[in-house]
Structure formats: structure tokens, C-alpha cells
């Protein structure tokens, strides 16, 4: 089994989040599975401008969510974020969502990203050398 990445981070749910009943629209925990990837991303030197300054976008081709239990406003949620490697041209994340206060999973979900050139027309086929070096440095 291959090594991962993983890196937690936690936030309020916010009164924009909510609909008139304070629970969490759907859509949001997809969103909440970005926050994830950007602070994962902060954490290990990995940020979308990290690729753009390379020539690369990393647009989102899959997700998906497992919904478990609601969120409600002025919950605090905590999000896991998993970096899977892989061989393929692509960035492959894992999440699990959990109410904070209360350390319930509220969601589980995955997302796959590809790697384009800037202009995000041409599908790169082998990953670029360096996101095989930034893997090296993490042992992935």
C-alpha cells in the first residue's frame, strides 16, 4: 500500500450556508471538500498557483459525496483531506467531513483532477517533473 497525505482543517459553518430551516445546502460540502484541498495544498507547498506557475491548470473532471448526517449553521466543521498517489497524470483526494463539536461523520466524498496546459486544451499524459519531485520529497 502506497503512502499518503493527509491534513485536517476546521471551520464555522457560515449564515449563507443554511436554508431558512439552518441546514447546510447539499452543494456546500463539495465546496467544503475545496477548503480542504486549499489548506492541503497551503500546508504542503502544493497551491493552484503552485501548477499554474509551472503551465499547468488542474481542473475537476469527478466528485462525489456520500452524505451521512446534516450540518446546521454555527456548526464548526472539520475536514480530513487524503492526497492518493498515483502513477496517471491526475491528483486523486479523499475527504471525510465530521461535525467538530460532536465528532460525528457527516460526509465522505473523493475528487480526481487532471492535468491540462495553461491554455487547458491539451491532457497531459505523463505527470510533470515537478509534481514527481514534489512526491519524491513526501516519499509518495
Not at 475537476?60 to 487524503?82: F, H, M, P, W
Amino acid at each position: 500500500m502506497k503512502k499518503t497525505l493527509k491534513h485536517t482543517t476546521a471551520f464555522e459553518v457560515k449564515f449563507s450556508e443554511a436554508d431558512s430551516l439552518g441546514i447546510v445546502w447539499h452543494g456546500h460540502y463539495i465546496r467544503y471538500f475545496e477548503d480542504g484541498r486549499e489548506a492541503f495544498g497551503k500546508e504542503y507547498g502544493i497551491g493552484y498557483l503552485a501548477f499554474y506557475k509551472y503551465g499547468f491548470v488542474i481542473p475537476i473532471v469527478n466528485a462525489q459525496c456520500d452524505y451521512k448526517k446534516s450540518l446546521r449553521y454555527g456548526d464548526t466543521v472539520k475536514v480530513e483531506t487524503e492526497f492518493i498517489p498515483t502513477d496517471a497524470a491526475k491528483m486523486v483526494f479523499q475527504y471525510r467531513l465530521f461535525n467538530a463539536e460532536t465528532n460525528e461523520l457527516v460526509a465522505t466524498g473523493s475528487t480526481i483532477q487532471v492535468f491540462l496546459d495553461k491554455e487547458a486544451n491539451l491532457l497531459q499524459l505523463a505527470t510533470p517533473t515537478f509534481f514527481d519531485e514534489w512526491k519524491k520529497k513526501y516519499g509518495l
